[in-house]
């Protein structure tokens, strides 16, 4: 198995636990459950934590990708750049996750206002989510390439 192959195993992950994340973190407001909320900072954690296991797979796997007839080298740059801004605000997501859960687990007053501050901060999150995971997709998938485009490759 090379980066590659582990890349492709491992890049739905991130996305995946911020979603996750967002709905426990949702079902811990909508029930005042302290456990939901602390439950759903730990997702974010490992979200971002995968995000860097993902982001190196990606940096091992782009010679490989590169050597394929018929991958456009300006998608892999394009995607490298919009993965590395959703690791930077994934990464902010579990910096903020982590003082979250430190708050939660010692009843700060500010609590409450940072678990609404990460569930807003959120939609950033998978906006970026989104541009990462789009151009990652355009590089091989040429059914998600508008015709347009689809003719050059």
Do not use: C
């Given at each position: 198995?090379?980066?590659?192959?582990?890349?492709?195993?491992?890049?739905?992950?991130?996305?995946?636990?911020?979603?996750?994340?967002?709905?426990?973190?949702?079902?811990?407001?909508?029930?005042?459950?302290?456990?939901?909320?602390?439950?759903?900072?730990?997702?974010?954690?490992?979200?971002?934590?995968?995000?860097?296991?993902?982001?190196?797979?990606?940096?091992?796997?782009?010679?490989?990708?590169?050597?394929?007839?018929?991958?456009?080298?300006?998608?892999?740059?394009?995607?490298?750049?919009t993965a590395l801004i959703f690791l930077f605000f994934?990464?902010?997501?579990?910096?903020?996750?982590?003082?979250?859960?430190?708050?939660?687990?010692?009843?700060?007053?500010?609590?409450?206002?940072?678990?609404?501050?990460?569930?807003?901060?959120?939609?950033?999150?998978?906006?970026?989510?989104?541009?990462?995971?789009?151009?990652?997709?355009?590089?091989?998938h040429l059914e998600i390439i508008p015709l347009v485009?689809?003719?050059?490759?």
């Amino acid at each position: 198995m090379n980066n590659a192959h582990l890349h492709l195993l491992l890049n739905h992950l991130s996305i995946t636990f911020v979603i996750i994340g967002f709905i426990v973190m949702l079902f811990g407001f909508l029930f005042k459950s302290d456990i939901a909320k602390r439950i759903a900072y730990l997702i974010f954690i490992l979200a971002a934590l995968f995000g860097f296991v993902t982001f190196q797979t990606g940096e091992g796997s782009k010679p490989l990708i590169e050597g394929i007839k018929g991958v456009n080298k300006i998608s892999i740059i394009t995607h490298e750049k919009t993965a590395l801004i959703f690791l930077f605000f994934l990464y902010l997501l579990g910096a903020f996750s982590i003082v979250g859960l430190w708050a939660n687990w010692k009843k700060k007053s500010f609590s409450n206002l940072l678990g609404y501050s990460i569930m807003v901060y959120l939609f950033v999150v998978f906006y970026y989510a989104i541009q990462a995971g789009t151009t990652g997709g355009e590089i091989r998938h040429l059914e998600i390439i508008p015709l347009v485009e689809n003719s050059d490759v």
